[in-house]
């Protein structure tokens, strides 16, 4: 088949042909029809985790089934479906259930395993769900690994209807999938940004505020949802009112922090790490993606204009979900 392949991280991609997997007696291959770029498609290029090499990028596929597995049932070549990028193994699940993604089996397409940039990507048949009705397909590549990233954020943080919700960076997947979610759970939503016009754009799609990432602001939160890491951490924990929780899903801005311990103790604050989602977790975020759920996609590139939607990602121009148009057959 043909991929964008990374051979070296620290590294650079290249278009090219690789040996297609072929898919287990319980897997699927799927054709991608769109895929969507994260951070970990920069990340990868610094090493930042470095990959089992040579590596397929992407996390985020929405496809039609190519073929599947001689255990497979209820999905057939033809089936129109999305996939969820959180791979478990069963006996997680079993143990685990809803927290299967602190199992030690735990996978993210496009990470640990091939991902979608590519002519077919093979997963666990249990990660393709049917394409939500309604939707494009750049909203069904955009929305898995971002909203689903979101909504266990929200999930563990506790969030409820007439809360305060702070959401920092605006304008990256995960930061506006949180800031859809929080407006559908009835929370009061403001945001932050560097950029005057992804305020404006928070402003246009419900945010009750926003404010630029360098202002306290008015706010005082009972959750911020942070992505960004030392450049907003201080201001972030600031924003949080007393009793506080601060949820933690990414670091773009870097990998370390300080914490102020006795702002941490005496303000009784609850700092919540969290990583993608479990099967449970996909499912209800396709059900909300299928009744309606915003969805942000910034811009479309065809597949073989990929270095130039990764600088598009680097340049942090985006609001939403940069994806890739594969060529249809």
């Known amino acids: 088949m043909h991929a964008w392949i990374l051979d070296e991280s620290p590294g650079t991609y290249r278009w090219g042909e690789i040996d297609v997997t072929d898919p287990g007696p319980d897997d699927v291959r799927v054709a991608p029809r769109v895929s969507a770029l994260n951070h970990m498609d920069l990340w990868l290029t610094r090493g930042q985790p470095r990959p089992t090499l040579p590596h397929v990028p992407g996390c985020d596929v929405a496809g039609v089934v190519e073929s599947v597995g001689s255990n497979v049932t209820g999905l057939a070549p033809g089936d129109e479906v999305v996939l969820n990028p959180a791979v478990s193994p069963v006996a997680d699940i079993v143990a685990l259930g809803n927290d299967a993604p602190l199992g030690p089996g735990f996978q993210i397409l496009g990470e640990q395993r091939w991902g979608g940039h590519a002519d077919l990507v093979v997963v666990p048949a249990r ?15 955009a929305y898995p690994l971002a909203t689903l990233t979101a909504w266990r954020m929200l999930r563990r943080a506790r969030l409820t209807a007439g809360e305060t919700l702070l959401v920092v960076g605006v304008g990256g997947g995960v930061a506006s999938a949180a800031l859809a979610l929080g407006l559908h759970l009835g929370a009061e939503v403001f945001v932050t940004s560097t950029s005057a016009d992804k305020r404006e754009q928070a402003l246009a799609r419900g945010a009750h505020g926003a404010f630029a990432s360098d202002e306290p602001g008015p706010v005082r939160a ?27 899903a990414g670091g773009t801005s870097g990998q370390e922090v300080t914490l102020s311990l006795p702002r941490l103790f005496f303000k009784q604050h609850e700092i919540i790490g969290s990583t993608m989602g479990s099967y449970e977790e996909f499912a209800e975020v396709t059900r909300l993606v299928a009744q309606g759920l915003p969805i942000f996609v910034d811009r479309a590139f065809p597949l073989d204009e990929y270095p130039a939607a990764l600088e598009h990602l680097r340049a942090a121009r985006h609001f939403g979900n940069v994806v890739l148009t594969h060529p249809t057959p």
């Open 127 to 141: 990660n393709a769900l049917p394409r939500p009705p309604g939707r494009s397909w750049e909203e069904c590549a």
């Open 222 to 248: 009972h959750v911020v949802v942070e992505t960004v890491g030392p450049a907003t951490w201080a201001s972030s924990t600031r924003a949080l009112r007393p009793g506080g929780r601060m949820v933690v």
